[in-house]
Each structure stands twice: as C-alpha cells, then as structure tokens.
C-alpha cells in the first residue's frame, strides 16, 4: 500500500521549533522530488519547500532562512526543520511527491499525504 505519512507537527511558543517528517512505504522517494505545502483556515494552500530528488532545494519567501528541507534515502523520508516559528506559520503542513521537477505550486505533485498541525501560539 502506497503510504505518505507525516508528524512532528504540535503546539509550540512563538520563536520555537518544529521539525516535521515526511516518511514513504511501499515507494521509493529518492528518485522523486518533495514538496511541503501548507493550509491555514479560511487560506489558500501555499507552497513552503521542495526538494528535487538532486538535492536542490526552494523556499518560500516567507520561510527562507527559517525553514530548512532535507532528505534521507535511506530512510525513504524528507524532513523540514522549522525555526523561529511565528503565529503565522499555524496551518496543516502536508507532504507530496512528485516525478517532475521540485515546484511549489501544487499541480505537478500526484500524491500527497494527509498532514500533520502546526499551531504556533504563546
């Protein structure tokens, strides 16, 4: 069964940190790219970071130099190290695959997992 299953997400205080794990069963991810997409209520879904299965990497502007996305094939994961998490950055976080090229905008990716909660607040 083809499997994308995220977690790390929590609560945490404005300022803190998060890191957010993206794992595969039943596929391989290292001949894919990854990206991180993230939805807050009543918001559009935004592209935060993407992975190409090279190695190269794209940010947000919102979260470049907070946010760093990082891959272990031998693990079959992706992971995104959040740093000084802001009130804004409060959405569900979802990962997602695809065999095209590292985007952020959604349409390339064909499969997506279900998401984990990411709730920045004092």
């Known amino acids: 069964q083809l499997q994308l299953v995220e977690s790390g997400g929590g609560l945490v205080q404005p300022g803190g940190s998060l890191r957010l794990s993206c794992a595969a069963s039943?596929?391989?991810?290292?001949?894919?790219?990854i990206g991180w997409f993230r939805q807050a209520p009543g918001k559009e879904r935004e592209g935060v970071s993407c992975?190409?299965?090279?190695?190269?990497?794209n940010y947000a502007s919102s979260v470049e130099g907070r946010f760093t996305i990082s891959r272990d094939n031998a693990k079959n994961a992706v992971y995104l190290q959040m740093n000084s998490l802001k009130p804004e950055d409060t959405a569900t976080y979802s990962c997602?695959?695809?065999?095209?090229?590292?985007?952020?905008?959604?349409?390339?990716?064909?499969?997506w997992g279900q998401g984990t909660q990411v709730t920045v607040s004092s």
């Open positions: 039943g596929f391989t991810l290292d001949n894919k790219g």
């Open positions: 992975i190409s299965s090279s190695g190269s990497t």
């Open positions: 997602a695959v695809t065999r095209s090229v590292c985007s952020l905008t959604a349409s390339p990716y064909g499969y």
